[in-house]
């Protein structure tokens, strides 16, 4: 991916690993404007990076979206680049009945707003000379972590939807790539002092050198191992992953 010279749009900008990308891609040069639902977070963000711009978004409101991509279009005639950010991620327990709310939510938020965000700008960035979609999924979409079985299951399908719209637009100007973070130190699950998770600093070197690259799936080291076990096998680690972060912490 070119690193310099966009126009970006970054769904859940206002913080964790979607802040972090948004300043990175800023400092490279790049025209950002970020989204999110929590206006605090988006004008504390953009305060600290003069230039950028935000929009209020809810990536679960069907409407929310249409008014978005109908304001980016006419006001960013250049956008080139958006990136599906925007996440949320709770404890469930799938060995009993999961809370509804927090089913449609997750979906609503993780799989269906990404899905319709892309469909809304899609056309606008096929007419661009050079355009990129990014989905930002989760090793957990191929090493599911059980205490998340909603969420590691919509990064699963993100991954299958970038892999079919990634085909359907091979003959376009439009790039499709997938970010495939680790655990990271952010505010999900109260990460952000979590010895086993990744120092956010770290990952974000490590994932804009990726992307510097021509790979379609963007991955730190550490990320790369748990993509790798799936497969055959796949069973055998799933559990074995899952009893190790059951384990008491000494």
């Known amino acids: 991916m070119k690193l310099e010279g966009n126009t970006i749009f970054i769904t859940g900008g206002g913080s964790g ?3 972090a990308l948004a300043e990175a891609l800023h400092q ?3 025209k950002v404007i970020i ?3 929590r206006k605090s977070h988006l004008a504390k963000t953009v305060a600290a990076n003069p230039g950028m711009e935000s929009i209020e978004l ?5 409407a929310s979206i249409h008014r978005v991509a109908k304001e980016l279009i006419a006001k960013h005639p250049t956008l080139n680049v958006l990136i599906n950010n925007a996440g949320i991620m709770q404890i469930d327990d799938s060995s009993t009945a999961i809370d509804d709310e927090l089913i449609t939510s997750t979906i609503a938020t ?4 990404p899905v319709r965000l892309t469909g809304a700008l899609i056309e606008h960035l096929k007419r661009q000379d050079s355009a990129t979609v990014l989905f930002v999924s989760s090793v957990l979409g191929f090493t599911p972590m059980a205490m998340t079985a909603v969420y590691s299951s919509t990064k699963a399908a993100i ?7 990634r085909f359907k637009l091979r003959h376009s100007s439009v790039s499709v790539l997938e970010i495939i973070p680790p655990w990271v130190r952010t505010e999900l699950l109260n990460s952000s002092e979590e010895p086993r998770a990744m120092p956010l600093d770290e990952f974000l070197e490590g994932t804009m050198d990726a992307l510097a690259t021509d790979a379609n799936e963007i991955m730190v080291p550490r990320a790369r191992f748990l993509r790798e076990q799936s497969g ?5 680690f799933v559990t074995s992953f899952n009893e190790q972060l059951e384990a008491p912490q000494t």
């Open 28 to 30: 490279h040069g790049n």
């Open 159 to 165: 991954h299958s939807y970038a892999q079919s719209i």
């Open 232 to 236: 055959p096998r796949e069973a055998v």
């Open 35 to 37: 989204s999110g639902r």
């Open 58 to 62: 809810d990536v679960s409101d069907p």
């Open 17 to 19: 690993i979607g802040r």
């Open 110 to 113: 993780n799989l269906v707003g």
